[in-house]
């Protein structure tokens, strides 16, 4: 069974769905780690409360970055877990190459978008204003570039005309927490 360590910035909520998939058995894997770029972020206090190993990594003062003793600290982290996977869940910073190198093919990250549309940052409001109809999200594996990796999975999410940005955001988080899940089920290996 693959083990998977979660890096993320924010509230966790794919964190979280990953850590019920997990432990309800539809997801076969376990988890090493849980690494946060931001102190006090729930992605980590939802960590402790699962009683899984939860690391800030202080970044600064880099605002996008992932600064070389950061990601050294990180990699540390990882391979204490021993890790197989690195699973992206709304973590905010670049991934560099040596991360990149030490995990071929086997970092990934889930986008607020159906790529290639929207890449980057604020993809559910860039794909509100655009007025489209339908966006959704994407699991894809992570290269060198920005969202531009090979696509495991896409969940399509329909903009209706009464939808707000906030609507819009609770639907696309929705699909997230079921096609995060999926995705890495189809990438495992079954035992
Ligand atoms: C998710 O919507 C994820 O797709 C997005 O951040 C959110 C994190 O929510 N990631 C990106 O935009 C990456 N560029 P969560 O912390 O509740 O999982």
């Not at 202080?58 to 197989?84: F, G, I, K, N, W």
């Not at 509100?128 to 920005?146: K, L, M, N, P, W």
């Not at 009464?162 to 639907?171: G, P």
């Amino acid at each position: 069974m693959p083990t998977i360590s979660i890096l993320g910035s924010g509230n966790g909520t794919n964190a979280q769905a990953l850590i019920d998939a997990i432990e309800s058995e539809t997801l076969p894997a376990t988890i090493g780690c849980i690494i946060s770029d931001v102190k006090d972020a729930p992605i980590l206090q939802r960590a402790q409360r699962h009683h899984l190993p939860a690391y800030h990594v202080d970044c600064a003062p880099s605002p996008h970055a992932l600064r070389d003793t950061a990601e050294a600290t990180v990699l540390d982290r990882l391979a204490q877990h021993q890790t197989d996977y690195v699973i992206l869940a709304g973590f905010m910073r670049i991934i560099k190459a040596n991360l990149l190198a030490t995990y071929p093919h086997r970092i990934i990250n889930i986008h607020p978008s159906l790529l290639p549309a929207f890449p980057g940052l604020d993809a559910g409001r860039q794909a509100f204003e655009a007025r489209v109809s339908q966006t959704g999200c994407t699991v894809h594996y992570v290269d060198a570039g920005i969202d531009t990796g090979k696509i495991i999975l896409q969940q399509p999410v329909t903009i209706d005309p009464t939808d707000t940005l906030e609507t819009l955001m609770q639907k696309i988080h929705a699909a997230e927490h079921q096609a995060y899940p999926a995705a890495l089920r189809k990438i495992f290996p079954q035992s």
